[in-house]
């Protein structure tokens, strides 16, 4: 592999691993301030990319597409919370695993009977349809450039939000300890709507976001959950950071998989977890 | 604590039994079939629950065992002659429980919530094993052409073409799985790791070396998936990667759930009810064109069950049948 596909592998991957973190992050987030393990996460990325499909053919435009789009997400996600979510706090992880999996049934049939088993393109807003071209014959789609950057910038943005904000404060402070949060005047009910809701709505652009790269078709919120989890596994359960740094490992694992070892690529990032494991049982940034 | 069923359970579960075991003599082949599979099923609800209602490990990856040991039936198996139940079933059932005690080494390090996510990673990694390599089919799946047969010297003595000696295999199968989990939970190693579910780190003060119990717990469900697989591969003479799949662990929690965890039976007969449910989902005289989307179905029943059933069916069996002291809905695993 010369220097210039070892770039391209390189910019995938890391792309990739971005695009996983905006998941990644929310199921983490959900999980270290709620306690909640929602197998249902993977099914708002499919919402995200389908709403990326019907609103763009609306619309014309992906951007405007997302901008209608995430509205819808932060609604649903508010509502689930409100509707089943918020009945699971008081259960134990099992009846938690039970109730999100069985709305993942409900939500792929509902997919199936709104949008069909086709599968779907979508194309990327046109003045980003432009390639860089790296030597005669390869070159970088803009598309992918733009989602890496954006992606980096949110990323961004959510730690200046957990680290310096009072938002990010109440965040903080709910994840070690609810009652005192709730004693000292602070609508955690609500709070903790907020960040479901935010923690769906990042899945969902990240749908939206990955559309015209990945086509749209059933069942790819499945994959995207259980890579996720890897993820989230590798990096420690409730680390923002640790989400992070793990969905760039499992990023450039799945893209150089791909290239070096094609019949096993499927296999190489959970062997990169079962190492992690081995290590440090907690996570790379887990606490106990 | 085990719960072993009070008398008039005990008249319930073996009036259940004769009633299978006359199925045979009146039922067309498809509810044959469709009665081997709810066996079958039990069997792996069984083994789940040594894990979630015993040693308190919610394991999200159980079907890798399960569908392991069908595929490696489908290996053992000659192409077109039948291979020999003496051998074919003790090597499907020792790469089920190798590939346990692998795994096991790893995931029993965990725990709580992360033990969920790490045992469903491991069984996708399974999955993605069969699904993306070309040795078995790939993800169409591959056909066994030819039943294994129990033959020594020779000499047929039970083959599995039979369906009706086949079901006669399950049950027994079935009533065996269950008495030894039954004589292995009231040893001292099962009053071990029920202690370890209920307070681990007392255990371990005690001087129990936990670890090792847990794995050995592992290790034991998954050789017991592992027959359970084996046996449904039998079934439809099919294997495909679906059976390792997450669904498919999904629905054996599931199948524990409904049944009513810690009990054995409870989930030997939510599995019976789950396959039940599911096979009126896809009936479409009963559903209607939702048969088409029957697992949308399935996914608000389950939803149902979650937020309206405690203690699953042997829970209300339990109360029905009036007795002070075995509860079925006792203390539940898997916070930490």
């Given at each position: ?21 905006l998941i990644a992050s929310g199921l983490t987030l959900v999980f270290g301030i709620m306690g909640v393990l929602n197998l249902a996460h993977g099914s708002f990325y499919m919402l995200g990319a389908y709403l990326a499909l019907s609103f763009t053919q609306m619309t014309g435009d992906l951007f405007l597409a997302i ?213 440090r049982p907690a996570g790379l940034f887990g606490r106990g | 604590m085990l719960v072993l069923p009070n008398r008039r359970m005990a008249l319930f579960l073996a009036l259940v039994v004769v009633l299978l075991a006359t199925v045979p003599f009146v039922a067309e082949t498809y509810y044959l079939k469709l009665a081997t ?21 919610v394991s999200f990856g159980h079907a890798a065992f399960f569908g392991l040991a069908a595929y490696a039936l489908q290996v053992i198996s000659p192409q077109y002659a039948a291979a020999n139940l003496l051998l074919a079933l003790p090597g499907a059932i020792a790469v089920s429980a190798l590939a346990a005690l692998a ?234």
């Amino acid at each position: 592999m010369d220097a210039v596909a070892l770039l391209i592998q390189v910019l995938n991957g890391v792309q990739y691993g971005l695009l996983l973190f905006l998941i990644a992050s929310g199921l983490t987030l959900v999980f270290g301030i709620m306690g909640v393990l929602n197998l249902a996460h993977g099914s708002f990325y499919m919402l995200g990319a389908y709403l990326a499909l019907s609103f763009t053919q609306m619309t014309g435009d992906l951007f405007l597409a997302i901008l209608l789009g995430i509205p819808v997400a932060l609604a649903v996600g508010f509502l689930f919370e409100r509707l089943f979510i918020s009945r699971l706090y008081a259960r134990d992880h099992l009846d938690q695993v039970l109730l999100t999996f069985g709305v993942i049934l409900i939500l792929n049939e509902a997919q199936s009977i709104i949008w069909g088993d086709d599968a779907h393109g979508v194309p990327a807003p046109h003045w980003l349809q432009a390639s860089i071209p790296l030597t005669d014959t390869l070159s970088y789609p803009v598309y992918r450039l733009f989602v890496a950057g954006f992606c980096l910038l949110l990323a961004l943005a959510m730690g200046l939000l957990i680290r310096r904000t009072r938002l990010g404060m109440m965040i903080r402070a709910g994840e070690s300890n609810r009652e005192m949060v709730e004693a000292l005047g602070i609508n955690i009910r609500l709070l903790y709507a907020v960040v479901f809701a935010a923690g769906i709505s990042l899945a969902a652009l990240a749908g939206m976001l990955a559309a015209p790269i990945e086509s749209v078709y059933p069942g790819i919120g499945e994959q995207v959950l259980i890579v996720s989890f890897v993820v989230v596994v590798i990096g420690g359960i409730g680390s923002i950071k640790g989400a992070f740094f793990g969905s760039l490992a499992i990023g450039l694992t799945q893209v150089f998989g791909q290239v070096l070892i094609p019949s096993f690529s499927g296999v190489a990032i959970y062997a990169l977890m079962a190492l992690v494991l081995l290590w440090r049982p907690a996570g790379l940034f887990g606490r106990g | 604590m085990l719960v072993l069923p009070n008398r008039r359970m005990a008249l319930f579960l073996a009036l259940v039994v004769v009633l299978l075991a006359t199925v045979p003599f009146v039922a067309e082949t498809y509810y044959l079939k469709l009665a081997t599979r709810m066996i079958v099923l039990a069997i792996f609800a069984m083994s789940l629950d040594l894990l979630i209602g015993y040693t308190g490990l919610v394991s999200f990856g159980h079907a890798a065992f399960f569908g392991l040991a069908a595929y490696a039936l489908q290996v053992i198996s000659p192409q077109y002659a039948a291979a020999n139940l003496l051998l074919a079933l003790p090597g499907a059932i020792a790469v089920s429980a190798l590939a346990a005690l692998a795994i096991g080494a790893l995931v029993v390090r965990t725990r709580g919530i992360y033990f969920i996510m790490v045992t469903l990673a491991f069984a996708q990694m399974a999955f993605y094993l069969v699904h993306d390599t070309p040795w078995v089919g790939g993800s169409d799946g591959a056909f066994i052409y030819v039943k294994p047969v129990l033959g020594i010297a020779g000499v047929t003595l039970l083959d599995l073409e039979s369906r009706e000696s086949f079901y006669f295999l399950c049950l027994g199968a079935l009533v065996g799985s269950y008495a030894l989990l039954v004589v292995l939970l009231r040893s001292p190693f099962g009053e071990a790791i029920q202690g370890i579910r209920l307070n681990e780190h007392r255990m371990r003060a005690l001087g129990y070396n936990t670890y090792l119990y847990k794995l050995a717990s592992f290790t034991v469900a998954g050789a017991l998936a592992g027959l359970a697989g084996f046996l449904f591969a039998a079934i439809d003479g099919f294997v495909a990667p679906q059976l390792l799949g997450w669904h498919q662990s999904g629905a054996g929690i599931m199948m524990v759930i409904l049944g009513g965890l810690g009990t054995l039976f409870g989930p030997a007969l939510g599995a019976i009810v789950f396959v039940g449910v599911e096979e009126v989902f896809k009936e479409r005289a009963l559903v209607g064109p939702l048969a088409d989307h029957w697992q949308m179905l399935l996914g608000v029943f389950i939803v149902a069950v979650v937020l309206g059933l405690r203690g699953g069916v042997a829970g209300w069996l339990v109360r029905r049948m009036g007795s002070g002291r075995q509860g079925a809905d006792g203390g539940r695993p898997g916070d930490a």
